[in-house]
T-cell receptor, first 112, second 113 residues
C-alpha cells in the first residue's frame, strides 16, 4: 500500500540558507500535517492543511511557510535557516481530520 | 492547552515479560488517541488508534485502553521480544476543527534477550 512520501530524506544546509521539504500524502487523503522533532524531543506540531487550505497553525516560526497544492502534496519552505532548525521533519496525512494519521519517514535537516 | 505525559520515560525488561506503558492527558476533549512506535532516527509507525467513544483496541500482542474521563491510556505489550525495543509515543487528537496531534515525550523501551 502507498504510504506518505517525503523528500528529500536527508538535507544539509548552511546557516541563513533556504530549504524546501516536500510531502506526498497517501492517495485520497485530504489532510496534511507537518511536525518538527528535535534531538531527543517529541514531535511538535507546526501546521496543517485541509483541502488545500491552512487549517491550523502550531509552533511554526515566521521564517517558515507551507502550502498544499492542487494535487494535495505539500511543501514546507524554510528560510534564514538557523542551527536550531536541525531536526527531523515529519509529514502526516489522513483521509479527513479525524481518522488515523499516517506518518512519512521524515526529512532529516542538518544546518551547519 | 493540551499536555500529554508518558511514564516511565525509559523501561528495560527481560524478554518474555508483559509490560504496561502509561499515557496521561490534561484535556479530556479529545477525538481519538494513537500509539506510535519510533525506532532511533526513523519515522513514526502507527500501532493502535482508539476513538474517544472506545475503551480499548487490540492488535496482536498489543492492547491499548482509554479512560477519557480520567485522561489516561495504557499500552499493554504481552510476551515482549527484543524486536519490541523502540520508543513508544502516545498522541491525542484534538476535538477542535483542525484535529492536530499532541504527542507525549515517549517511553524508551529496551527488551533484553
Amino acid at each position: 500500500a502507498a504510504g506518505v512520501i517525503q523528500s528529500p530524506r536527508h538535507l544539509i544546509k548552511e546557516k541563513r540558507e533556504t530549504a524546501t521539504l516536500k510531502c506526498y500524502p497517501i492517495p485520497r487523503h485530504d489532510t496534511v500535517y507537518w511536525y518538527q522533532q528535535g534531538p531527543g524531543q517529541d514531535p511538535q506540531f507546526l501546521i496543517s492543511f485541509y483541502e488545500k487550505m491552512q487549517s491550523d497553525k502550531g509552533s511554526i516560526p515566521d521564517r517558515f511557510s507551507a502550502q498544499q497544492f492542487s494535487d494535495y502534496h505539500s511543501e514546507l519552505n524554510m528560510s534564514s535557516l538557523e542551527l536550531g532548525d536541525s531536526a527531523l521533519y515529519f509529514c502526516a496525512s489522513s483521509s479527513n481530520r479525524g481518522t488515523r494519521a499516517f506518518f512519512g519517514q521524515g526529512t532529516r535537516l542538518t544546518v551547519v | 492547552k493540551q499536555e500529554v505525559t508518558q511514564i516511565p520515560a525509559a523501561l528495560s525488561v527481560p524478554e518474555g515479560e508483559n509490560l504496561v506503558l502509561n499515557c496521561s492527558f490534561t484535556d479530556s476533549a479529545i477525538y481519538n488517541l494513537q500509539w506510535f512506535r519510533q525506532d532511533p532516527g526513523k519515522g513514526l509507525t502507527s500501532l493502535l488508534l482508539i476513538q474517544s467513544s472506545q475503551r480499548e483496541q487490540t492488535s496482536g500482542r498489543l492492547n491499548a485502553s482509554l479512560d477519557k474521563s480520567s485522561g489516561r491510556s495504557t499500552l499493554y505489550i504481552a510476551a515482549s521480544q527484543p524486536g519490541d525495543s523502540a520508543t513508544y509515543l502516545c498522541a491525542v487528537r484534538h476535538s477542535g476543527s483542525a484535529r492536530q496531534l499532541t504527542f507525549g515525550s515517549g517511553t524508551q523501551l529496551t527488551v533484553l534477550p
